[in-house]
């Protein structure tokens, strides 16, 4: 619910910001004028200023030797000061036909030209082509730009001037219906009598004789202080006004020069150079105070274009960061692991003398009847010299250790446990087993004939104390599976090196890890205080100064989620108990020696890298459909291919490492839309139940088996053993106790010592 609340507020601001971020395009780009029959002639051979308020049709021109400087597009941060200072320097004044959105984004801009005595005009809040709009949009574009001068300068405007308009000649028949419905809404629109072209940028001269009058004549004239680079502009205008200054001409407001005009037709008449049936209008206010309500509209306005603004700015620099921290460990993968895995594969590389001592292996199972059979064989049929299996039924109700029991194998052992948690389950297998090296199994996972030799091999170095194994996925059938198969394969061969480069592995993934009984009881076993119990063990182990390595041969096929609904229960809990783990070990944030390194080093990077970097990826996704829509298409693509690239060359990488085939990662651009979104949710997810101080309950997964079980022969039941009511369980006597079974209470047992383990049966 929040994260769709939050993609819902996300988007909603993201369409705002589109809509207010519209391109200018040039004021006069040339559009073909329509049937001119409906606009009375008086219009179209009229002055520039057109009044069809009340239902009147006519229009004015400004007294002769009158000009009216006019600017469209703005306010802009940077020319529309410039133009400023130049009419201060030359005591003119102009009239601005400024853009809503502009206002909204620099309000005090908007102030400063009223305040140094020019007026402000509508050019609509978006500059759309009124043409192309519906009545209701072209109404919309002139009430928000009202309101947003009203908010930023506390005054009101009667002049509105529409985007592509041109002079009065052009008027067809669809202008001349806008032209009339803003009449309608109380507004003179405003053409010009000359355009000084400056949009095109084609010369100071060139400016200036665009702009010229001829003779006597008064002009409306067109510039622009906004829409590009307007340098040549300014200086035009710095030597244009003292010119026709000398001419005798005086530069006023649009209306300032109207209102002139008035008075000298009122002079007219009381003279009787006009005659006493001539109409004479009432001259206008010129900047006059803003209706109240505009002013809180407008003040909504503007907060509304702020918080979209500032949204997207922040979305780019968080793409900014997203792309520099994939750049980053992209670059680190290629270097760290790609010298990890030549380092692996000289002929010279070993880890010491061979490792043959007993092993152990501990299969946690809840109810993993379907692939419990193909697990332990696969791991009692190992080609390592002496392979103890410990299956421990967590109270398991579709008959798991019967099916066990069932295969009757001289190395398996079945221990029972009422249901206490995986956490319970292996401690207790760990308890039972009777070697020093333990490998850990999940009871879905099937091992190669030689996986367990690989895994033990490091430990002939006596400062490793885990070793994780390599995951594969076994069920690749599916699109959901697939996606699973690269993520593993680029986790796995990439990011285990990097992470056994840096010394600071933060998992042994419980599908297959080995561990040293010496490791583990100096952390106290396994811990059940976070739902990721591997990475939780995993990390007290790189704190107490033992070494994690990784074992590229040794690998695991696991049965991964295969609907999404079971894949996010899962990632779910996995990231989850990450953050737990994380959280739980922050300490080492301070701590000095191995504990202070790993939390200095390790914790740093996962949260940067496993936490932040996952949960801020999604403006990637944001950033192209954002681009694709409302900017540039060319460079979005080129920009998210380019991403794409990247993470199609690392994956490349990872599977050459691990021999895999190439072929599922066409797969992989499918992955970056689909897959990754669901991470995004978990991710969300996760981090609002840590805030939140939520508890999550195991989720346990539906399995299909990875092979197909066969029939076992139901066990007898009169062989269950008695329940054990402590730890160890020296009350009990070895003779009571049935061979190759145990029951332990749903506790924590701490990992027993040497002497403790003599006394387990055998």
């Not at 057109?50 to 941060?77: C, K, M, V, Y």
């Not at 949009?199 to 004549?217: C, E, F, L, T, V």
């Not at 894949?567 to 990231?575: D, E, I, N, V």
């Amino acid at each position: 619910m929040l994260g769709s609340l939050l993609l819902a507020l996300f988007v909603g601001v993201l369409v705002v910001q589109a809509y207010i971020n519209a391109e200018f395009t040039a004021d006069h780009k040339e559009t073909e004028v329509g049937d001119q029959d409906p606009v009375p002639l008086s219009i179209r051979g009229g002055g520039p200023i057109i009044n069809t308020t009340g239902g009147q049709e006519s229009t004015s021109r400004l007294p002769d030797r009158t000009i009216a400087l006019t600017f469209d597009d703005g306010p802009d941060p940077v020319w529309t000061p410039k133009v400023l200072e130049v009419l201060r320097e030359n005591d003119a004044h102009g009239t601005f036909f400024v853009v809503g959105s502009q206002v909204a984004r620099h309000p005090a801009l908007a102030k400063d030209i009223v305040a140094d005595g020019n007026e402000l005009g509508l050019h609509t809040f978006t500059h759309p082509n009124m043409q192309l709009l519906a009545p209701w949009r072209r109404h919309l574009e002139l009430s928000q730009t009202q309101a947003a001068i009203a908010e930023a300068t506390g005054v009101h405007t009667n002049l509105a001037r529409f985007p592509y308009s041109s002079k009065a000649d052009a008027i067809d028949e669809e202008n001349w219906k806008i032209v009339k419905e803003a009449g309608q809404a109380g507004y003179l629109v405003v053409v010009n009598d000359l355009d000084s072209e400056d949009w095109q940028r084609p010369g100071i001269d060139q400016i200036i004789h665009n702009a010229m009058p001829k003779g006597d004549s008064s002009a409306i004239i067109l510039f622009h202080d906004a829409g590009g680079e307007r340098g040549q502009t300014v200086e035009a205008l710095r030597k244009f006004i003292p010119m026709m200054k000398a001419r005798g001409y005086r530069f006023t407001t649009v209306t300032e020069g109207l209102n002139l005009g008035i008075e000298e037709q009122a002079a007219d008449v009381r003279a009787g150079r006009a005659p006493e049936s001539t109409t004479v209008i009432p001259t206008l206010p010129e900047n006059p105070a803003a209706a109240s309500g505009d002013e809180w509209r407008g003040a909504g306005l503007i907060w509304t274009v702020r918080v979209a603004d500032g949204l997207v700015v922040l979305v780019a620099a968080l793409f900014v960061v997203v792309g520099a921290l994939t750049i980053g460990r992209t670059a680190l993968l290629l270097l760290l692991a790609t010298r990890h895995a030549r380092q692996r594969r000289k002929a010279s590389w070993s880890w010491g003398p061979p490792v043959t001592d007993p092993v152990s292996v501990i299969v946690p199972a809840y109810n993993e009847k379907e692939g419990i059979e193909a697990a332990v064989k696969s791991l009692a049929l190992g080609d390592y010299p002496e392979i103890e299996v410990v299956v421990v039924d967590d109270g398991s109700t579709d008959g798991t250790a019967d099916i066990v029991e069932g295969l009757r194998m001289r190395n398996v052992r079945v221990v029972r446990v009422p249901n206490g948690g995986k956490s319970n389950a292996l401690n207790t297998g760990i308890a039972l087993a009777r070697h020093d090296l333990i490998v850990t199994v999940d009871g879905d996972t099937i091992f190669e004939e030689d996986s367990i030799r690989r895994l033990v091999q490091p430990f002939a170095d006596p400062t490793v104390g885990a070793v994780a194994g390599n995951v594969k996925v076994g069920n690749r059938s599916s699109m959901v599976a697939t996606w699973q198969h690269i993520e593993y394969v680029i986790g796995f061969n990439l990011d285990r090196r990097l992470y056994e480069t840096l010394n600071c592995m933060p998992t042994v993934p419980g599908a297959i890890g080995a561990f040293r009984r010496e490791a583990l009881a100096k952390v106290g076993g396994v811990s059940d205080e976070t739902l990721a119990e591997d990475t939780d063990v995993t990390m007290a182990l790189c704190r107490e100064g033992w070494r994690v390595v990784y074992e590229e041969h040794a690998k695991a096929w696991t049965e991964a989620p295969t609907t999404l609904e079971q894949l996010y229960r899962q990632r779910y809990r996995w990231s989850y108990g990450t953050m737990q783990a994380m959280w739980k070990h922050r300490r080492a944030l301070f701590d000095k020696g191995p504990s202070g390194r790993f939390g200095r080093v390790g914790l740093p990077f996962l949260a940067l890298f496993g936490v932040a970097l996952p949960m801020l990826a999604p403006v990637v996704d944001i950033m192209l459909v954002y681009g694709l829509v409302f900017w540039e298409l060319k460079e979005t693509a080129i920009a998210w291919l380019g991403m794409l690239s990247l993470q199609m060359f690392t994956a490349a990488v990872a599977f050459r490492f691990d021999r895999e085939p190439l072929k599922p990662l066409w797969r992989l651009p499918l992955q970056q839309f689909a897959y990754r979104q669901l991470m995004y949710l978990v991710l969300l997810q996760s981090v609002t139940t840590a805030l939140t101080g939520g508890r999550l309950r195991w989720h346990k997964l539906n399995r299909a088996g990875l092979t197909k079980r066969a029939d076992i022969p139901p066990p007898r039941v009169e062989n269950v053993a008695p329940a054990v009511q402590g730890w160890p369980p020296a009350e009990v006597p070895r003779q009571q106790q049935p061979r190759g079974r145990a029951v332990a209470p749903p506790t924590t047992p701490a990992v027993p010592s040497q002497a403790h383990r003599e006394e387990i049966p055998r």
